[in-house]
Every structure is written in structure tokens, then in C-alpha cells.
């Protein structure tokens, strides 16, 4: 059975900073890319930030940003936990939205059950 819990959401003020951890399981996790999404209340679920599969030690792992979070957010992954995190600092309340942890290797995909973020003051 395949999960992917998501945890480290919570309430933050603007300006902090919070982590985000995903844990997967059922999953040959180093061959699956992750992602992280969000969905604000009212909008489409955007994607925020993306980390390559670690399958090939020869090839480098690369990541990709949702514009509006360069410079703020960084996705990492631990292969020996099969873990990733979404680490998110300089936090503005336009970040308030359900953050969702995401396992793709084509053509299957995987998707959490969402963790909250509210930045506000």
C-alpha cells in the first residue's frame, strides 16, 4: 500500500519560517520524483517545487521552483528515510494554502492527504 503523509504544517507569522516533511512508503522511493503543490482556498492546486528521482548516482539531482518561491523555499530528500521536505522561510501570507507532498515515475503517481500552512499575523 502506497502513503505519502505530509506533516509540519501549522499557523506562522509573516516573515517566519516552517518545514515541511513527507514521509513515503510503498514506493522503490529513489526512482520516484517528488513534488510539493499547494491549493489556496479559491484557486487551482499550483505546483511549488520538484526534486529528481536519485535512482542513478551518476546523474546529478536537480530541482525546480514555482517562480514566487525562488529564494525562499528549498525541496530536499533523504533516500535512507524516504523522506522529502519542503524547507519554507520568509514566509508571506500569500503561502496560506493545503500543502500537498506528491511521488511520480511514470505513469504512476501518488499524492498525500495535505498539510496546512497559514501565515498571518
Known amino acids: 500500500q502506497v502513503q505519502l503523509v505530509e506533516s509540519g504544517g501549522g499557523l506562522v507569522q509573516p516573515g517566519g519560517s516552517l518545514t515541511l516533511s513527507c514521509a513515503a512508503s510503498?514506493?522503490?522511493?529513489?526512482?520516484?520524483?517528488m513534488n510539493w503543490y499547494r491549493q489556496a482556498p479559491g484557486k487551482e492546486r499550483e505546483f511549488v517545487a520538484g526534486?529528481?528521482?536519485?535512482?542513478?548516482?551518476?546523474?546529478?539531482?536537480?530541482?525546480s521552483y514555482l517562480d514566487s518561491v525562488k529564494g525562499r523555499f528549498t525541496i530536499s530528500r533523504d533516500n535512507a528515510k524516504n523522506m522529502v521536505y519542503l524547507q519554507m522561510n520568509s514566509l508571506e501570507p500569500e503561502d496560506t494554502a493545503v500543502y500537498y507532498c506528491?511521488?511520480?515515475?511514470?505513469?504512476?503517481?501518488?499524492w498525500g492527504q495535505g498539510t496546512q500552512v497559514t501565515v498571518s499575523s
Open positions: 526534486i529528481s528521482s536519485a535512482n542513478d548516482p551518476g546523474i546529478s539531482i536537480t530541482t
Open positions: 506528491m511521488g511520480r515515475r511514470y505513469p504512476s503517481e501518488y
Open positions: 510503498g514506493i522503490p522511493f529513489n526512482f520516484y520524483a
